[in-house]
């Protein structure tokens, strides 16, 4: 069975940092686009931030941009999502995702195939 695996979450101050990281099992990643998505309380979920099947393309939401950074690893199959200067606002669970129809990574989670069980991130004022 093909799954996706989350780590990293945890509680942290606000200004903060937490390293993310997405891994599977079953099956290998490296030639499909990856993205990150959360889900507040009481909100939909929303998109974070995707990168491409090759790591060389890469887009975030307003809300994260210039302190979240996704990344893949070296063999491409495990992706990272970097967040620093945490806000209380980014509290949310925060879902991996794999796409295998978009090459430069979406935006939209219509166009992911499958889905990690997330991994809570708090952050406290």
């Known amino acids: 069975q093909v799954q996706l695996v989350e780590s990293g979450g945890g509680l942290v101050q606000a200004g903060g940092s937490l390293r993310l990281s997405c891994a599977p099992s079953?099956?290998?990643?490296?030639?499909?686009?990856m993205g990150w998505f959360r889900r507040a309380p009481g909100k939909e979920r929303e998109f974070v931030a995707t990168?491409?099947?090759?790591?060389?393309?890469?887009n975030y939401a307003d809300s994260v941009k210039g302190r979240f950074t996704i990344s893949r690893g070296n063999a491409k199959n495990t992706v990272y999502l970097q967040m620093n200067s945490l806000k209380p606002e980014d509290t949310a669970v925060y879902y991996c995702?794999?796409?295998?129809?978009?090459?430069?990574?979406?935006?939209?989670?219509?166009?992911?195939?499958?889905w990690g069980q997330g991994t809570q991130v708090t952050v406290s004022s």
């Open positions: 079953g099956r290998t990643f490296n030639n499909y686009s």
């Open positions: 990168i491409s099947r090759s790591g060389l393309s890469t």
């Open positions: 995702a794999a796409s295998t129809t978009a090459m430069y990574g979406t935006t939209l989670s219509t166009d992911y195939r499958y």
